[in-house]
């Protein structure tokens, strides 16, 4: 069955334009327009193993929050339809101030323990969210040593690495402290998964979403350069940073996500998560 034929199957109408969308990790995208103007975004992937239920579960959770995401059409396991957002604009220090504000708000939604009530996948990989009422032995356990395992057990993390992860995971309360409370996080927050519409609105896609420490999410912004200045600007306005963020934590927090990319990629990150390490070891 061709993507067409699902949708058609899914929606009963059958797409009067199907056009294929890049960044597709786990699933076929594309952008397809119905005989009634809905302009939407399906995705499809191997039954049993895209997962996009919980993508689907996951988008809906952060709009009962408030968070501009798009909204479920369809939800299988193998196809999700999605209303399309606007993506025509670019990301000047407007829409990043609109995104600081948009992510400050879903900041602002807390929960009593860290984790979430299933797990997640960021990416294609697991994300286990048990909770946790501590967030550095969450984040040491159920993130760092987590995914150095899973990117060991790949082949892609050598052994002397996973074994300075852990020891690293053993330190964290030398540089790290508790936050005040659990923050709902998007959980994978670059530049591919926030789109500008012509008007200047910001949308927000591909989550891994659970409650933790807003920091690792604000890091990870930073990691490939999806957000500058004005982001945090506005960003610290209606959430002050704790101090010393930007010169160390930020650092030790975006080991996690070079962790992942290892998983998923391999050793071209591995210079990354090696910095990371000599910097705290």
């Known amino acids: 069955m061709t993507l067409a034929e699902a949708v058609e199957a899914a929606l009963g109408q059958r797409p009067t334009s199907l056009r294929a969308l890049g960044g597709g990790c786990i699933a076929e995208v594309a952008a397809l327009e119905l005989p009634d103007g809905q302009r939407l975004v399906a995705k499809r992937g191997a039954p049993g193993q895209a997962g996009l239920a919980l993508e689907a579960w996951m988008l809906a959770t952060l709009g009962r929050q408030g968070l501009p995401v798009p909204e479920v059409i369809h939800a299988g396991d193998d196809l999700l339809i999605l209303t ?3 993506d025509g604009g670019s990301l000047d220090a407007a829409a990043e ?4 504000e948009a992510i400050a708000a879903l900041h602002g939604k807390t929960a009593e323990a860290f984790g979430l009530e299933r797990d997640t996948v960021i990416g294609s990989l697991p994300q286990p969210n048990p909770r946790s009422e501590r967030w550095l032995p969450f984040f040491a356990e159920q993130r760092l ?5 899973l990117a060991h057990d790949r082949d892609r993390l050598p052994k002397e690495d996973l074994a300075q992860v852990e020891a690293l995971a053993g330190r964290l309360d030398r540089y790290l402290a508790e936050p005040p409370q659990p923050a709902l996080l998007h959980g ?4 591919g998964n926030v789109l500008v519409g012509r008007d200047g609105g910001v949308g927000f896609i591909d989550p891994a979403i659970y ?5 690792i999410e604000l890091a990870f912004t930073t990691l ?3 957000f500058g200045e004005a982001f945090f600007r506005r960003y610290a306005e209606l959430t002050p940073l704790e101090p ?3 010169e ?6 975006n080991l996690y996500p070079l962790l992942v990319h290892v998983a998923l990629f391999g050793g071209g990150y591995l210079g990354g998560v090696r910095r990371v390490l000599r910097r705290f070891l």
Request: glycine share 10%.
């Open 84 to 86: 399309r957002l606007d």
């Open 97 to 100: 101030a609109r995104a600081a």
């Open 145 to 149: 040593l987590y995914m150095a395992r």
């Open 188 to 191: 994978d927050l670059w530049g």
């Open 211 to 215: 409650y933790g420490h807003p920091e």
């Open 224 to 226: 490939f350069g999806t």
């Open 244 to 246: 010393d963020f930007f």
């Open 248 to 253: 160390a934590r930020r650092d030790l927090y």
